[in-house]
Nanobody
Framework: QVQLVESGGGLVQAGGSLRLSCAVS????????MGWYRQAPGKQRELVAV???????NYVDSVKGRFTISRDIAKNTVYLQMNSLKPEDTAIYYC??????????WGQGTQVTVSS
């Protein structure tokens, strides 16, 4: 069974850094896109960052210059390096992947809490 396994997250003070990881487990052909979404209490889930097959990336405006999405193709893993964290970055972060011949997958979610 193909699934996404997330790690990272936790509690950090404002201005600090965290790194999230998400690996595709199971046998797959290839990955079209991988990305990170987040959902804060009382808010809709939003796309934070995405990386497509070509390596191109895109970010929501609020994290540009602070967050970096990257990938390790050999490990079928995507990372989200989060620097200069702000209290408003507090949310549950979900990994998302579109996998060839499998479809769209979601991770279990990991809590990121930034204290002021």
């Amino acid at each position: 069974q193909v699934q996404l396994v997330e790690s990272g997250g936790g509690l950090v003070q404002a201005g600090g850094s965290l790194r999230l990881s998400c690996a595709v487990s199971g046998r797959i052909v290839s990955i079209n896109t991988m990305g990170w979404y987040r959902q804060a209490p009382g808010k809709q889930r939003e796309l934070v960052a995405v990386i497509i097959r070509s390596g191109s990336t895109n970010y929501v405006d609020s994290v540009k210059g602070r967050f970096t999405i990257s990938r390790d193709i050999a490990k079928n893993t995507v990372y989200l390096q989060m620097n200069s964290l702000k209290p408003e970055d507090t949310a549950i972060y979900y990994c998302n992947a579109n996998v060839v011949a499998v479809g769209t997958l979601w991770g279990q979610g990991t809590q990121v809490t930034v204290s002021s």
